[in-house]
């Protein structure tokens, strides 16, 4: 049985080790698009800094995740992040506040723990799917001009809206808000650690480099809201790094050597999928990722779970 996933983030990932721990014999490939694994659970670096400029924790709040993730608690690869947080807003004085549920990390980098679950799995990197096609034999995957290979199962961990581009199933009705990711390495380390920023433009300020197993020197990453990210998402970006850079100072007063701006088109689900998977054992298409529920790492594992269960009773 041949399974093609397109995508390797947290979901395909999580998808394709739960396949492997229950049924070896099957033999899932995945496709990535990009240079590595990891999606948005990813870390940019400069010369002298590094920044988590996407997912900036997760949850464990399921039993099953837990489970899932005991392996790497165990090893130290995932740790808790227990950072100074503060709510900030452009009018009054910063105000402390509490984060009740554990928050993790995997250390050194976002990427660390997607990069543990790829060991062992085929995973084909630089490598856009561009096309299925069904034939006698199977579903045709196309990818790049190298690559024309016939799978029994074809399962998209894309967002909703590549996914509808390449399976015949309307996802339209999920619906994302961009975001703006800016990285400033700062001259001094501020006040905090994490901020939830209100009444702004800005919506989170992370200090990386105050998680578990990163580099000491100040590193910030600062989240735009979807709003304003909608406004400007077509804007030239040099001129969207700058005006953000200015609100952060604004804000915090802190000031940067450098910087680097992200833009990420499908940063925050709006409106989830009715259902946590879509699975048609008759055309024997698939999806799963963390838009199916809501948005965060631990949906992500959720979606492909409930995936990987209904595969599995298939296969059986």
């Not at 199962?153 to 703006?180: C, G, H, M, R, Y």
């Not at 901020?195 to 990163?214: F, T, Y």
Request: charged residues 25%; neutral net charge.
């Amino acid at each position: 049985m041949r399974i093609a996933v397109i995508g390797a983030g947290i979901a395909a990932l999580s998808l394709a080790k739960l396949l492997h721990r229950n049924r070896p014999d099957l033999n899932v490939v995945l496709f990535e698009k990009s240079r590595g694994v990891g999606g948005r659970m990813a870390t940019r670096y400069t010369e002298t800094h590094a920044f988590d400029h996407g997912a900036q924790f997760f949850t464990a709040r399921t039993e099953s995740f837990q489970r899932f993730l005991a392996p790497y608690f165990q090893s130290g690869l995932v740790q808790s992040w227990e950072p100074r947080i503060t709510t900030i807003a452009p009018v009054g004085s910063p105000e402390s506040r509490p984060w009740f549920d554990a928050h993790y990390v995997a250390q050194p980098r976002m990427t660390s723990l997607c990069k543990a679950l790829a060991a062992g799995v085929d995973v084909r990197l630089d490598c856009a799917v561009e096309n299925i096609a069904r034939s006698q034999s199977g579903w045709q995957l196309t990818a790049g001009n190298s690559i024309d290979e016939t799978f029994d199962w074809i399962v998209s961990t894309a967002p909703a809206e590549q996914t509808s581009n390449l399976l015949p199933v309307d996802f339209s009705d999920v619906k994302f808000d961009p975001a703006f990711a800016l990285m400033l390495a700062l001259e001094e380390t501020p006040f905090f650690d994490a901020a939830v920023v209100k009444h702004a433009d800005i919506e989170w300020l992370a200090m990386s480099s105050s998680k578990p197993g990163r580099d000491t020197r100040p590193s910030l990453v600062a989240h735009s809201s979807g709003q304003y990210a909608k406004r400007r998402f077509d804007d030239d970006r040099n001129d969207v790094e700058k005006d953000l850079a200015e609100r952060v100072f604004e804000l915090t007063g802190m000031t940067a050597k450098n910087r680097q701006l992200q833009r990420w088109k499908y940063a925050k689900v709006t409106k989830p999928w009715h259902s946590p998977c879509f699975f048609s054992p008759d055309s024997q298409l698939a999806a799963c990722g963390d838009w199916m529920i809501g948005g965060k790492v631990e949906d992500a594992f959720t979606s492909a779970k409930t995936l990987a269960g209904k595969l599995l009773e298939q296969f059986a």
